[in-house]
Nanobody, 115 residues
Framework: QVQLVESGGGLVQAGGSLRLSCATS????????MGWYRRAPGKQRESVAR???????NYADSVKGRFTISRDNAKNTLFLQMNSLKPEDTAVYYC?????????WGQGTQVTVSS
């Protein structure tokens, strides 16, 4: 059974930092492209960052220079380091695993940034 379990969300003041983690099981983690998406209240879901099995990354323009996606293939875990957080980063953050056109989603973790 495939499971993606996010953790690390919470309440932080603007300018602060959080580190999200996504523990996975039931997949061959190292060959999946992994990603973080978010959905803010009243807005559409958007891609935040993605990382391929080979370590190539891409980011949404809104988070470039502030967020860093990384992966630990030995621990089957994905991370998102979020620095210089802004109120507009407030959202539910979801971890994804992508392979051959199929995407698996985690249950999400809430990030709230206060001004």
């Amino acid at each position: 059974q495939v499971q993606l379990v996010e953790s690390g969300g919470g309440l932080v003041q603007a300018g602060g930092s959080l580190r999200l983690s996504c523990a996975t099981s039931g997949i061959l983690f190292s060959i999946h492209t992994m990603g973080w998406y978010r959905r803010a209240p009243g807005k559409q879901r958007e891609s935040v960052a993605r990382i391929t099995g080979g370590g190539s990354t891409n980011y949404a323009d809104s988070v470039k220079g502030r967020f860093t996606i990384s992966r630990d293939n030995a621990k089957n875990t994905l991370f998102l380091q979020m620095n210089s957080l802004k109120p507009e980063d407030t959202a539910v953050y979801y971890c994804t695993a992508e392979r051959m056109g199929r995407t698996t989603w985690g249950q999400g973790t809430q990030v709230t940034v206060s001004s």
